[in-house]
């Protein structure tokens, strides 16, 4: 990994929040320290960091469910670091934002393997959750046309390539989209219902 990120680290042992702090800037990050778990998640909220680290057992709020905080306002990756081995911590560790889990003492070559291996899993993540929000879009869309579509037929009376392409051509001549047309037929639509029932 070449670029700087700024890396949020929590720990409520000093000792390793000293060791983050000293080792994450002369591996090229910026870092900034959290005691526990409402601080990291509040400092998530300002800062907005690229990648969190922070141990599991910290007393006020653990690593985990800070994680689950975190991500409920905004995507972020993290790594889990932990001097525990329990079969729990590890299940509950298995949410899609746990990108990677790091045993102490940690040594500074799998501190940096872990950050590589975070990064790049999370980009993946965050490139398929935009390609499934994006056909979901497309989705939607493909049927709010079909309906806009079916509303112009009945109206002008034109068969199903005409009325596209009097959509498409109603859309190219307004700089719209297919679709912002066709929500503007039905919202037009539902209009002359209330008329007809009034």
């Known amino acids: 990994m070449s670029r700087s990120l700024r890396i949020v680290v929590a720990d409520d042992e000093r000792y390793m929040r000293d060791y983050l702090q000293e080792l994450l800037p002369r591996l090229g990050h ?54 525990h081995h329990q079969a729990d911590l590890r299940a509950r560790a298995g949410e899609d934002y746990i990108m990677a889990y790091l045993v102490k003492p940690v040594k500074q070559e799998d501190l940096e393997s872990a950050i590589d291996l975070a990064m790049s899993r999370f980009e993946r993540l965050q490139a398929m959750r935009q390609e499934t929000a994006d056909l ?48 503007r037929i039905l919202e037009a639509e539902e209009v002359f219902a209330q008329l007809d029932r009034s």
């Open 136 to 183: 979901r879009q497309t989705l939607e869309d493909r049927k709010l046309i079909e309906r806009g579509k079916g509303v112009v037929m009945r109206r002008l009376r034109a068969g199903e390539e005409e009325a596209f392409r009097r959509m498409k051509k109603f859309a190219s001549n307004h700089n719209l989209k297919v679709a912002e047309v066709a929500r």
């Open 30 to 83: 910026q870092v900034l320290a959290a005691e526990g778990g409402r601080q990291l998640v509040e400092q998530c909220r300002l800062l907005r960091p690229d990648l969190v680290i922070t141990d599991i057992k910290m007393g006020d709020l653990d690593g985990i469910a800070a994680a689950a905080e975190v991500n409920r306002d905004q995507a972020l990756p993290f790594i889990l670091v932990t001097a």
